[in-house]
């Protein structure tokens, strides 16, 4: 209890914007996912109410919320892994809904978690190809094409790495954090969630990290980013989307905000 009571002192810092102070609001960019009404329950439990949404590309849209707030079970439900129980997505306003996370990324959506799922011994190119691989006459591993394209992907994100060639073993968690990103933006996602992505990253690598997001966003993705760290949020997202007990209780511009409010928000503490 003393930590998190000592969290609000520090973000609390930062004053309120008021209405007068807050700067005009910049045009709205198109809608990219929407969602409306989305619930799930597990038996009588009902991890995530009513839950209405619009993720909008070239924006960073942070998802925040205490523990058991449901930000993990909606990020289930966006990337197919689990089954909404009411509710509807939309993508570019068609309706839409995954059986499976393959749908999901079929749709142009993917997640990056925390585990990153790359493999050790394979190369930065292997990686970006894994279960996706280019060949030659049906069979033949073209190595040469999938090292071309995976520097091309890695140019085009503005990502300075090691050789493709290099194997994942040798690379900092930043760097492969942009080789997972990397591998969904080689897959055609067109909205990226990111899963705690500068989690037990030291201050240089997170710094890389947030970079990589502000190069998606420029380039016209949409992020949706799941994370704890509101130094990070209030750095790099444009707004939050706050949950508790599995509700959503605001959605807020970070220019009109402060570290403050969105803490109190977060704990209940808030208006």
């Known amino acids: 209890m003393a930590s998190r009571d000592a969290t609000v002192l520090r973000f609390a810092e930062r004053p309120a914007v008021s209405a007068a102070e807050a700067p005009e609001r910049p045009p709205e960019r198109p809608v990219l996912l929407g969602i409306g009404g989305l619930t799930r329950h597990f038996g009588s439990v009902t991890a995530v109410a009513d839950i209405d949404l619009d993720v909008r590309a070239g924006e960073v849209t942070a998802l925040l919320g205490d523990n058991g707030a449901g930000k993990s079970t909606l990020v289930s439900m966006l990337s197919g892994v689990t089954a909404p129980s009411a509710g509807e997505m939309r993508i570019d306003g068609r309706p839409v809904s995954f059986a499976d996370p393959a749908e999901a990324r079929a749709a142009g959506i993917a997640t990056v978690f925390q585990n990153l799922s790359l493999i050790e011994d394979r190369s930065i190119a292997e990686n970006l190809f894994l279960g996706c691989e280019l060949t030659r006459f049906g069979f033949i591993l073209d190595r040469r094409r999938m090292k071309a ?123």
Do not use: C, W, Y
Request: hydrophobic letters at 50%; zero cysteines; a positive charge.
């Open 149 to 271: 394209e995976a520097q091309a992907v890695l140019d085009r994100m503005r990502v300075n790495l090691p050789p493709v060639t290099t194997a994942v073993r040798h690379l900092s968690g930043g760097q492969r954090q942009a080789v997972a990103v990397a591998r969904t933006i080689l897959r055609g996602a067109r909205l990226v969630i990111m899963d705690e992505p500068t989690a037990a990253l030291g201050v240089r690598e997170t710094a890389k990290v947030l970079d990589l997001i502000r190069s998606l966003r420029d380039q016209g993705s949409a992020v949706l980013l799941v994370s704890h760290n509101m130094d990070n949020v209030f750095d790099v997202a444009d707004r939050a989307v706050i949950l508790r007990l599995g509700r959503k209780v605001a959605d807020l511009r970070i220019a009109a905000t402060s570290k403050a409010d969105v803490v109190g928000l977060v704990m209940g503490t808030g208006a």
